[in-house]
């Protein structure tokens, strides 16, 4: 007996949520007695006659794309296919640029997109704008071609595609300064949460028959996460998928020999993104350790293809040499001897990298300074910062490479010691300026909307970009800066960027301007003739911790022992707490509250500021708990998305 082929011509209402149409019109009878709008149907197709030649080709190009066997990394995700899919996106965009899939410009009243409508709308914004944001474009045959197609028959896999469609329309709308456009974008954000919620009501419902497809279990809470962490914001959530998508990826390689995971090209997709994921929430909560990863690392000789391979070349490289801590934290786990050995070891790394990548990175002038030779006068560092004349698809990585260049020669000039003590500091200071250089084009030429002809890549806006990790390096960088006026430029930066993603900017800004009060309070010079901070070995530093709900953060700001006089370790410096401050973010009307306190004013003893005792603060003993909890319950994921979720607003700019 032949199976009964599915019909494709019921109404758009019936077809999304996957049910029969009777196919009545103009409405149909299903959506009437379900008191549910109905969106019409679709066009009757018009056959065209095409040459004999033609018509074999399509038929050839139609077999191919129905086939199981074109679903992989040689066949679906070549370049020009890609290409083909990027510019067919672009032509879709609102007239204003705004990448908007599908929808008019100025749209009136009557041209609000009817509920099934929306569906289609979002699913097709994830396909054509938001997958290729997340994904590299090598993974998109798992992550486009793969999971789209098992979606049609797994409803929440395709509520979470819709959930991150819509969403993603949401924020888009919301970043624009028209009312309409901010409106609308509220009844979109409130759509895709619907969508969300049911998406992880379907999963619980079905999670055993979810289990007999592991790589897709693996993947829904991938895309969960980046749904929390990119467009919510919602660091509570976020931080409980990426430990599911974790425990249930290694019960996945548990399953699979070692030798055959060679050949299970999804294990790469899946442990690309949880790499990526780890990194976002690293850099927003610089506490746990990151999830390791289980693929062979490129070389430093070999050049990588794309711009997120490129990027993840260097992530490889930074937790490959274990400063992923000292980099964010500047109090080092390790002996004196052994960090040093790493930061060595990694400076020789990223120079390789470069070396090997220069042909598509823009010249810098770190790439011809060394430790011996004169380096830039701070004055000659202007502030704003001087403007590359142009940016490409590797800025990401060329910004991370300056950051990295940066504080490892800044923990050089405070660990070594020595002659060489300057020398560091200096190029310490021309890597960060590198760094502020690349942050000042990325926010000029962002705040642009892409032009409908320009580049085949789906370049994101400011409000997209949610995961270089602009904001956290520059918040370390303020710290590290020669002189005020760098600092009050990268707050001004923070807080015209405003969120992105996980990375709350106007919290950073405040916390940066905190840290400077506690470093004239501590420095021998007067306020207000503070034209320089002091050298890295007498710099207070500070670390910036959300709260477990998401909505309030702290900091704890510590000094360096030498300030008082007193010893330091022979194993490099002893920092002592100055204070904290609690600071909280207000979306509704975009306030900062905090809550500041100088220990010594309050009487209270010098404690030793360290790793240990940073891990004992009641705010780390929570998210060390919340890091054993992997296991999907829907309960606790709806309980997070309530605590950590922002309020409906949108968002302001001036």
């Known amino acids: ?112 997109p009817l509920a099934g409508a929306r569906e289609v709308l979002a699913y097709h914004q994830f396909l054509f704008r938001t997958l290729p944001i997340l994904f590299p474009a090598e993974h998109l045959w798992f992550w486009r071609d ?24 949401a924020v888009l709308m919301m970043s624009m300064p028209g009312e309409n456009d901010q409106d609308r974008g509220l009844d979109t954000k409130v ?17 055993e028959e979810a ?92 050049a990588c293809a794309t711009p997120s391979s490129l990027r993840q070349s260097l992530l490889n490289l930074l937790a490959e040499s274990g400063l992923e801590d000292l980099i964010w934290n500047v109090v080092p786990r390790y002996s004196k001897s052994m960090a040093l050995t790493k930061l060595h070891w990694l400076q020789q790394k990223l120079r390789a990298w470069r070396n090997s990548n220069k042909s598509i990175l823009l010249p ?41 260049f940066g504080r490892t020669f800044w923990l050089l000039s405070i660990l070594e010691g020595g002659q060489n003590t300057e020398a560091y500091k200096h190029l310490a200071y021309l890597h960060f300026y590198e760094t502020m250089q690349f942050a000042a084009t990325e926010g000029a030429f962002k705040t642009a909307l892409p032009s409908s002809n320009g580049s085949q890549g789906p370049a994101p806006l400011l409000c997209e970009d949610v995961e270089n990790g602009t904001l956290p390096m520059l918040y370390v960088v303020g710290q590290c800066s020669p002189q005020p006026s760098w600092l009050l430029w990268i707050a001004q930066l923070m807080k015209h960027i405003g969120r992105q993603g996980l990375y709350n900017g106007l919290v950073y800004a405040t916390s940066l301007e905190t840290w400077h009060s506690f470093e004239v309070s501590n420095s021998l010079l007067r306020q207000d003739s503070l034209e320089q901070y002091p050298s890295p070995a007498l710099r207070t530093i500070s670390v910036l911790i959300p709260d477990a709900v998401g909505s309030r953060f702290i900091t704890y ?27 909280t973010h207000q979306p509704a009307d975009g306030q900062i509250e905090q809550d500041t306190h100088i220990y010594h004013q309050q009487g209270l003893g010098m404690e030793l500021f360290t790793p240990d005792w940073l891990q ?34 949108p968002v302001k700019y001036d």
């Open 1 to 112: 007996m032949t199976e009964k082929r599915r019909r494709r011509t019921g109404c758009l209402t019936c077809r999304a949520r996957h049910v029969k149409c009777d196919e009545r019109k103009p409405e149909c009878e299903r959506c009437e007695a379900g008191n549910i709008e109905c969106a019409g149907y679709l066009p009757k197709k018009q056959v065209q006659v095409r040459e004999p030649q033609r018509r074999s080709h399509r038929r050839g190009a139609s077999s191919a794309l129905n086939s199981a066997q074109s679903l992989s990394p040689d066949s679906a995700s070549s370049p020009s296919a890609i290409g083909e899919a990027l510019n067919y996106s672009q032509q879709l965009f609102r007239n204003d640029g705004l990448p908007l899939i599908g929808l008019p410009s100025n749209p009136r009243p009557s041209q609000r």
């Open 146 to 169: 793969r999971l789209c197609e098992e979606a049609w028959g797994i409803e929440y896999l395709y509520m979470m595609f819709s959930s991150l469609g819509s969403m993603h329309r």
């Open 191 to 207: 759509i895709a949460i619907q969508a969300y919620t049911f998406a992880l009501q379907e999963l619980s419902r079905n999670f």
């Open 211 to 302: 289990k007999k497809t592991q790589d897709i279990l693996i993947a829904t809470p991938i895309l969960m996460a980046y749904f929390e962490k990119c467009f919510a914001g919602n660091i509570t959530a976020a931080y409980g998928h990426i430990h599911s998508a974790n425990h249930y990826f290694e019960m996945y390689k548990g399953s699979v020999s070692r030798p055959q995971t060679i050949g299970v090209p999804a294990l790469d997709c899946l442990d690309t993104a949880l790499q990526r994921l780890s990194w976002i929430r690293f850099m927003a909560l610089p506490l746990q350790n990151r999830i390791s990863s289980t693929r062979q690392a490129l070389t430093c000789g070999e």
């Open 364 to 404: 810098l002038t770190s790439d011809t300074a060394e430790p011996g030779e004169e380096n830039p006068e701070i004055q000659a560092f202007t502030i704003p910062p001087l403007l590359h004349k142009t940016t490409t698809p590797y800025d990401a990585s060329a910004i991370l490479c300056s950051f990295l």
């Open 557 to 583: 700001y510590a000094k360096p022992a030498g300030i008082d006089g007193l010893l330091m370790s022979n194993d490099g410096l002893m920092y002592y707490l100055l204070g904290h401050t609690h600071i």
């Open 616 to 649: 004992s603060r009641a705010i780390c003993l929570e998210w060390r708990q919340r890091s054993l909890q992997v296991e999907f319950e829907l309960d606790r994921i709806l309980q997070d998305h309530i605590n950590g979720g922002q309020l409906l607003v």
